[in-house]
T-cell receptor
Framework: AQSVAQPEDQVNVAEGNPLTVKCTYS??????LFWYVQYPNRGLQFLLK??????LVKGSYGFEAEFNKSQTSFHLKKPSALVSDSALYFC??????????FGAGTRLFVKA | SAVISQKPSRDICQRGTSLTIQCQVD?????MFWYRQQPGQSLTLIAT?????????ESGFVIDKFPISRPNLTFSTLTVSNMSPEDSSIYLC????????????????FGPGTRLLVL
């Protein structure tokens, strides 16, 4: 079955420190992977995606994600966290047939 | 990217009543999606709506409970019928942002959501 997993419900990090939000996937064929962010009382916003090419994908707000085929992972990273990065982050995988599966979400808290 | 608006932004409803949620997109799109996000949980796809055809519902969702209209390429409505407290959720409208006509791996753009509380 095709799926996406976010093993951490919550990630806590101090402002200025690097952050990582983990995501693993299981799909047949080549994966199309996405990260979305949801700020309080707002809809989801697109951060970045991997379709093909360079394994390191750069996105909005200084975020990047590394596609690792052997580990079937697509972890979201940022070198220096900001308090304003505090939000709910969703990893997603396009499964074909116009459908996207979303992970359970990881809540990121950045402490000043 | 597409700009999507939803009405209402939030509502409090009595059980047994129905609510229609509107979704307006600033450009013509082929596919529109309706998701439900229950409190503290991830997104669950309710249905996919193509203009001019019946919506395609996911397992666990039926047309009688969640009728959808798609009268044109920029607008859709989702009705939550005969509501119960279990329907309390955020309902999100979404479109695929691709312009190539090929939806494979396209980014999705979301409306701000409609927060529904059923008493």
């Amino acid at each position: 079955a095709q799926s996406v997993a976010q093993p951490e419900d919550q990630v806590n990090v101090a402002e200025g420190n690097p952050l990582t939000v983990k995501c693993t996937y299981s799909v047949s064929g080549n994966p199309y992977l996405f990260w979305y962010v949801q700020y309080p009382n707002r809809g989801l916003q697109f951060l970045l995606k991997y379709i093909t090419g360079d394994n390191l994908v750069k996105g909005s707000y200084g975020f990047e994600a590394e596609f690792n085929k052997s580990q079937t992972s697509f972890h979201l990273k940022k070198p220096s966290a900001l308090v304003s990065d505090s939000a709910l982050y969703f990893c997603a995988v396009y499964t074909g047939g116009f459908k996207t599966i979303f992970g359970a979400g990881t809540r990121l808290f950045v402490k000043a | 990217s597409a700009v999507i608006s939803q009405k209402p932004s939030r509502d409090i409803c009595q059980r047994g009543t129905s609510l229609t949620i509107q979704c307006q997109v600033d450009s013509q799109v082929t596919m529109m999606f309706w998701y439900r996000q229950q409190p503290g949980q991830s997104l669950t796809l309710i249905a996919t709506a193509n203009q001019g055809s019946e919506a395609t519902y996911e397992s666990g969702f039926v047309i009688d409970k969640f009728p959808i209209s798609r009268p044109n390429l920029t607008f859709s409505t989702l009705t939550v019928s005969n509501m119960s407290p279990e329907d309390s959720s955020i309902y999100l409208c979404s479109v695929e942002g691709g312009t190539s006509g090929n939806p494979l791996g396209e980014t999705q753009y979301f409306g701000p959501g409609t927060r529904l509380l059923v008493l």
